[in-house]
C-alpha cells in the first residue's frame, strides 16, 4: 500500500471530510479523492461513506484505520533507525509541550538545540500537559515536556527539572489584597478563576480547599494559565499562579499555605528514542543540573 494514499486516509477519516485532509496535507481534493479510490481499489472495499456532504468510515475502513496508523509508524520507526544508525542527529524530533513551558521555560534551550543541529526539524505541538501525557502514552511523541502528575504510568519514565512555586493572587484593588493575613477561608468568599479540574494544576487546589472542606466559587474557568492572569488582573476573581505569571498582580500570604508544582520531561521507555531524541534529553539533562545548583 502507498504510504501517501494511507496517509490521505488517515487525515479524511480523523477530520471526516475530504476539503479538510486536502488543506492538512496541502493538496487540491481532487488529488485526495483519487488516493482514496487508488487505496479502495486495493483493498476491495469501500472505505468511506459519503452522504449529504458527511463522510463516514464504513465497517472497512473502521478495520483498516488503526492497521494503517501502525504501517505509517513502523514505516517511520523504520527510516529513523536506518537514519540513527550513521550516528547523525538529524531527522524529525516530534515533542509535546506544555502551552506555559513553551512560552516561559524552554525557548532558550530550544534556540540552542536548533543551532546545535540544524539538521534536525521540530515538530513541536503545543497543548495541555494532560494531553501531552497521552501523545507519550501513544507513542505519538518522543518527548513532552509538561507539568509532571503524582500519578505515572510504570512505562513512563519521568525526570524533574524546573520546582514551579505557585502563589495566590488577585488584582492590586481586590478587596483580599487589603487583608494582611488571609486564610483560605477568606478565599472562599470571593469568586475564583482556576484551570479545569482535567489539568493537574486545577487538581493540586482543588484538592487543597477539599481538604479542608471549603467550598469554592468558580464562575469561569480556563486551561490557559496567561488568560487566567489577565482576568485575575482586571478583578474578575483571585487565583493560584506561577510566579512567572505574578507582574501586576498582589500576592496573598495565605497562613501555612504554600504551593509548588514540577516541571519536566517524559518519554516512553518501550520507544526507543532517535538520535535527536537523546541529544534533546542530554540538553535538559544539563538544565536540570544548573536548576539543581542554583
Given at each position: 500500500?502507498?504510504n501517501?494514499?494511507?496517509?490521505?486516509?488517515?487525515?479524511?477519516?480523523?477530520?471526516?471530510?475530504?476539503?479538510?485532509?486536502?488543506?492538512?496535507?496541502?493538496?487540491?481534493?481532487?488529488?485526495?479523492?483519487?488516493?482514496?479510490?487508488?487505496?479502495?481499489?486495493?483493498?476491495?472495499?469501500?472505505?468511506?461513506?459519503?452522504?449529504?456532504?458527511?463522510?463516514?468510515?464504513?465497517?472497512?475502513?473502521?478495520?483498516?484505520?488503526?492497521?494503517?496508523?501502525r504501517?505509517?509508524?513502523?514505516?517511520?520507526?523504520?527510516?529513523?533507525?536506518?537514519?540513527?544508525?550513521?550516528?547523525?542527529?538529524?531527522?524529525?524530533?516530534?515533542?509535546a509541550?506544555?502551552?506555559?513551558?513553551?512560552?516561559?521555560?524552554?525557548?532558550?534551550?530550544?534556540?540552542?538545540?536548533?543551532?546545535?543541529?540544524?539538521?534536525?526539524?521540530?515538530d513541536?505541538?503545543f497543548?495541555?500537559?494532560?494531553?501531552?501525557?497521552?501523545?507519550?502514552?501513544?507513542?505519538?511523541s518522543?518527548?513532552?515536556?509538561?507539568?509532571?502528575?503524582?500519578?505515572?504510568?510504570?512505562?513512563?519514565?519521568?525526570?524533574?527539572?524546573?520546582?514551579?512555586?505557585?502563589?495566590?493572587?488577585?488584582?492590586?484593588?481586590?478587596?483580599?489584597?487589603?487583608?494582611?493575613?488571609?486564610?483560605?477561608?477568606?478565599?472562599?468568599?470571593?469568586?475564583?478563576?482556576l484551570?479545569?479540574?482535567?489539568?493537574?494544576?486545577?487538581?493540586?487546589?482543588?484538592?487543597?480547599?477539599?481538604?479542608?472542606?471549603?467550598?469554592?466559587?468558580?464562575?469561569?474557568?480556563?486551561?490557559?494559565?496567561?488568560?487566567?492572569?489577565?482576568?485575575?488582573?482586571?478583578?474578575?476573581?483571585?487565583?493560584?499562579?506561577?510566579?512567572?505569571?505574578?507582574?501586576?498582580?498582589?500576592?496573598?500570604?495565605?497562613?501555612?499555605?504554600?504551593?509548588?508544582?514540577?516541571?519536566?520531561?517524559?518519554?516512553?521507555?518501550?520507544?526507543?528514542?532517535?538520535?535527536?531524541?537523546?541529544?534533546?534529553?542530554?540538553?535538559?539533562?544539563?538544565?536540570?543540573?544548573?536548576?539543581?545548583?542554583?
Amino acid at each position: 500500500m502507498d504510504n501517501q494514499n494511507l496517509s490521505a486516509f488517515i487525515i479524511v477519516a480523523e477530520n471526516k471530510s475530504f476539503s479538510e485532509a486536502a488543506y492538512v496535507l496541502d493538496v487540491t481534493q481532487s488529488t485526495i479523492s483519487k488516493r482514496i479510490a487508488l487505496l479502495e481499489s486495493q483493498v476491495g472495499k469501500k472505505l468511506f461513506d459519503r452522504i449529504a456532504r458527511r463522510v463516514a468510515l464504513t465497517e472497512a475502513g473502521q478495520e483498516l484505520l488503526p492497521r494503517a496508523r501502525r504501517i505509517l509508524k513502523e514505516y517511520a520507526n523504520a527510516l529513523q533507525a536506518i537514519n540513527d544508525l550513521s550516528g547523525n542527529v538529524s531527522g524529525i524530533l516530534r515533542l509535546a509541550i506544555s502551552h506555559h513551558l513553551g512560552l516561559h521555560r524552554l525557548p532558550d534551550l530550544l534556540k540552542i538545540f536548533s543551532k546545535t543541529y540544524p539538521d534536525v526539524v521540530l515538530d513541536i505541538e503545543f497543548m495541555d500537559s494532560e494531553k501531552a501525557y497521552e501523545r507519550i502514552m501513544q507513542a505519538k511523541s518522543e518527548i513532552g515536556i509538561i507539568t509532571l502528575g503524582s500519578e505515572i504510568h510504570p512505562n513512563i519514565h519521568k525526570k524533574e527539572i524546573w520546582d514551579d512555586p505557585l502563589k495566590f493572587v488577585c488584582s492590586e484593588d481586590h478587596a483580599l489584597s487589603k487583608l494582611l493575613d488571609p486564610e483560605l477561608e477568606d478565599l472562599a468568599n470571593f469568586p475564583v478563576i482556576l484551570p479545569g479540574l482535567n489539568t493537574y494544576t486545577g487538581r493540586i487546589v482543588q484538592n487543597i480547599f477539599q481538604y479542608r472542606q471549603i467550598s469554592l466559587v468558580t464562575p469561569m474557568s480556563t486551561n490557559y494559565l496567561e488568560t487566567i492572569s489577565k482576568m485575575v488582573e482586571i478583578g474578575l476573581g483571585w487565583s493560584v499562579l506561577p510566579e512567572t505569571l505574578t507582574k501586576n498582580l498582589h500576592s496573598l500570604s495565605v497562613n501555612h499555605t504554600s504551593i509548588k508544582r514540577q516541571l519536566g520531561y517524559i518519554c516512553h521507555t518501550k520507544h526507543t528514542l532517535s538520535n535527536a531524541g537523546v541529544a534533546f534529553l542530554s540538553l535538559l539533562d544539563q538544565q536540570c543540573e544548573i536548576e539543581v545548583n542554583l
